[in-house]
């Protein structure tokens, strides 16, 4: 009986090809840990249904011999498929190091010297057009979304506006619920062992995206608060730096 295996690798993909005498595998091979899955085909049907056929109409040992290696050696290969889609992943990404704190990104964002008064600031470019701001200090922004202001229709020719795009018109302010009209979602998480608020868009592109941490450490007289966030980032921009914000590590400076 002549046995043999095609693997062929695509983009750290691996293509099994199996083929015997009595039986031949051509397709994509599905590989689940819970070893569950197809293994394969012969004739149409799966493994499992070959093997019942093999029970009740004596179908062949053969058969059942060439499965079993199979299994074995999907198994020799399924480490090197783990590895390989890691060590893919792994190089997609790089860590940023501020000293004080380390953070986790694509490999195209780059980091931008800024000067702050009475803090430790900076900035990160993601692309051309979206960057991402920090603030490390006694007194950094909570992120904490101003109320939407909103007024009636009728108001507006008692007020001498020129602009009106940051307002809210409506026809009645009866029943209003202010918290309608806000653009971010906020929820809590813990990031590196602190409690952080982390805010995104409720429409993806229009919002802050970014965290506030509103104790890091003890300094003089008073806590290091800190923030990180992008302003109406690009939708794939948003869910990178969602990401990366849970990839945060933080180091107290000693001077």
């Known amino acids: 009986m002549q046995l043999w295996l ?36 012969y004739n149409g049907l799966t493994v499992n249904q070959v093997h019942n056929m093999h029970q009740a109409k004596n179908v ?12 074995i050696l999907i198994g020799l290969f399924l480490l090197f498929i783990t590895s390989c889609t890691d060590s893919k992943t792994k190089s997609d990404k790089k860590t940023l190091d501020f000293g004080s704190f380390t953070i986790e990104t694509p490999n195209s964002w780059t980091k931008i010297k800024a000067q702050g008064a009475d803090s430790y600031v900076g900035r990160i470019a993601i692309d051309n057009t979206d960057t991402v701001d920090f603030d490390l200090g006694w007194y950094s922004n909570t992120l904490t979304e101003t109320e939407p202001q909103i007024i009636e229709l009728s108001m507006l020719k008692y007020m001498d506006l020129i602009d009106t795009t940051e307002l809210i018109i409506v026809e009645s302010l009866k ?36 965290i506030y941490i509103d104790s890091l450490w003890l300094r003089g007289s008073d806590v290091d608060r800190f923030n990180l966030y992008g302003d109406n980032l690009k939708p794939e921009n948003e869910k990178q730096l969602l990401e990366s914000l849970r990839a945060l590590k933080f180091n107290k400076r000693t001077k």
């Open 60 to 71: 062949g040992s053969n058969v059942l011999t060439d499965l079993k290696i199979m299994k």
């Open 175 to 210: 029943g209003i619920d202010s918290d309608k009209y806000k653009k971010n979602n906020v929820l809590w998480a813990t990031i590196d062992g602190h409690k952080a608020k982390i805010v995104f868009p409720r429409q993806s592109g229009i919002g802050t995206t970014g």
């Open 6 to 41: 095609d693997v062929e690798v695509i983009n750290c993909g691996l293509q099994f090809n199996f083929c015997s005498s009595l039986t031949e595998f051509h397709s994509p091979i599905s590989i689940n840990l819970n070893n569950k899955a197809t293994l394969g085909f």
